[in-house]
């Protein structure tokens, strides 16, 4: 109130309830990887934080998906390059792809393996919307872990997004993969400390018992900043890749694909003029339409699947190969899902995965004892196929495992949205008189907020006073100190609901009564 030293009449109006706090989005995941392009009308987005919230926006200004192609080779062959050139070294063990003429034969990975467009299709078909994309470079260009953390430092600018996802760490060797995920847990819980990492295990398409893939993890990640981020086994089979998006382009050597199918045609029982008719169709393999009696790439593609079994066993081959993807994007997606639909304090898990066939690795309830409970503390979340159900998400633990107050994911995550959106809110505070008005007005923004959490279910209590409480003031949680020095503290008490992990129920008989 100014000073009066004109007569009139002066209006004067005072606030009557004080500023609210509004809740931040919990749901905003940002994914580190190699793109096709990265352009927004003609200016780059390399190595920029850059946000879509649909698969066609990320073809708009990333592009489409990587041309993965794979070598056909022996499965002998391949063994033996496997073992190494030492004379006594043993023969390696190579799962053929498919058989041809009383041969095995396996398709070998050519270059590196781009997982990020592939899985932001899984993470859109999960529930997913809006979302960040950092590109740090383009296909064809080797998957390197400076450019990958480089991709992480560009997030520090950022403040929407909350969880952390890189695909692209499993094509980096073991130690470079382990590095990077480190990195993640640093900038998720160390420097930004609002941040959840969802991480993939590296070879987690393999059995745990003989690949050791679950304890190398465990031994090599390390015990900094666990709470903030969870870990899920195994890879994913999905359905994410058609056939009709494949062509003999995703064979390398187009040569040894034309040899064996005309040894399949030649020793089939069909008459010499059809013979002749698919031989000429298979020598148009890998050359540019000259003619107008060739056919186009596509149209090549549908009669070689329609005439030549062994061809499209080859493409259904690389199909199940490109559709083995690390389950982090879906998990993002179902963590978008679950907090749309019931709130972030509810665990994202025993839902089911949505453009799942299968995890690439069956697990027992013995088998996963060990996954979710460890005296290590680093649960491992199981995916899981149950009959009837489909392909669930069977656990809900942080890599914290022992904590007792950050042992769940929607636990952390529910305390990350409470604290930022108290913080953001609080701001508007910094330098205000630090006096009972100002604490006042602080303590009944912070429970009317906490109220409407508790109301919606993400406070554990019967009563208000159950679920929360909210202490300011001198002699409460400041000293006459504290004031000279410029302090306001506020307390904040809340009683976050946790996930019933174990239901018993106990059975006993009872005597007969009539």
């Known amino acids: 109130m100014g000073q009066y030293k004109t007569p009139g009449v002066y209006i004067v109006e005072k606030s009557a309830f004080p500023n609210s706090v509004v809740e931040v989005a919990t749901a905003v995941p940002a994914f580190i990887g190699y793109t096709e392009k990265a352009s927004n009308k003609g200016k780059t987005l390399l190595n920029k934080a850059w946000r879509i919230s649909s698969m066609s926006e990320f073809i708009s200004f990333f592009g489409g998906a990587p041309k993965t192609q794979y070598q056909i080779s022996e499965a002998a062959a391949a063994a033996g390059a496997k073992a190494g050139k030492g004379a006594a070294a043993p023969a390696a063990a190579v799962e053929s792809d498919f058989a041809s003429s009383g041969k095995e034969y396996v398709l070998e990975l050519q270059g590196a393996r781009y997982f990020l467009y592939h899985s932001m299709m899984l993470f859109f078909q999960n529930g997913g919307g809006a979302c960040y994309i950092v590109s740090v470079g383009s296909y064809g260009q080797d998957i390197e872990k400076p450019k990958l953390s480089a991709g992480i430092d560009v997030l520090l600018k950022e403040q929407e997004p909350t969880m952390v996802v890189i695909p692209d760490a499993m094509s980096l060797a073991e130690p470079d993969c382990i590095a990077l995920q480190q990195a993640a847990l640093s900038h998720c819980g160390q420097v930004m400390k609002n941040r959840f990492a969802i991480l993939d295990v590296y070879d987690g398409y393999k059995e745990a018992q003989d690949s050791g893939c679950i304890e190398k993890f465990r031994n090599d990640l390390g015990t900094n900043s666990l709470d903030f981020a969870a870990a899920y086994y195994p890879w994913l089979n999905t359905s994410i890749v058609q056939t009709g998006d494949l062509s003999f382009a995703n064979v390398a050597n187009a040569g040894k694909l034309q040899e064996l199918l005309k040894a399949e045609v030649d020793g089939s029982a069909l008459d010499d003029k059809k013979k002749a008719e698919i031989g000429a169709k298979i020598a148009e393999i890998g050359v540019t339409p000259k003619t107008a009696t060739m056919s186009s790439d596509e149209d090549l593609h549908k009669i070689l699947t329609a005439v030549c079994p062994l061809y499209k066993t080859v493409i259904e081959s690389i199909k199940l190969k490109l559709n083995l993807l690390p389950p982090s994007a879906g998990m993002a997606g179902v963590y978008t899902l679950v907090d749309n639909s019931r709130g972030v304090w509810k665990a994202p898990a025993n839902v089911s995965l949505n453009a799942v066939i299968s995890p690439a690795v069956e697990i027992t309830n013995a088998q996963q004892e060990d996954l979710n409970v460890t ?130 129920i106990t059975f006993q008989q009872q005597m007969q009564k009539s």
């Open 375 to 504: 005296t290590a503390g680093k649960s491992i979340n199981a995916i899981r196929t149950f009959i009837g159900e489909g392909t669930l998400v069977w656990g809900a633990r942080t890599l914290d495992g022992n904590s007792l107050d950050w042992n769940y994911i929607n636990v952390r995550r529910t305390m990350i949205m409470l604290e930022e959106s108290i913080r953001l809110a609080t701001k508007a505070y910094v330098f205000e008189p630090n006096v009972s008005n100002t604490w006042v007005t602080i303590k009944s923004m912070i429970s009317n907020f906490l109220i409407g959490i508790w109301k919606r279910g993400g406070l554990a209590g019967a009563t208000p006073e159950d679920a929360f409480g909210v202490f300011v003031g001198l002699g409460e949680t400041m000293t006459p100190q504290d004031i000279l020095d410029g302090m306001l503290k506020v307390t904040v008490l809340v009683a976050l609901s946790r996930p019933a992990e174990f239901i018993e």
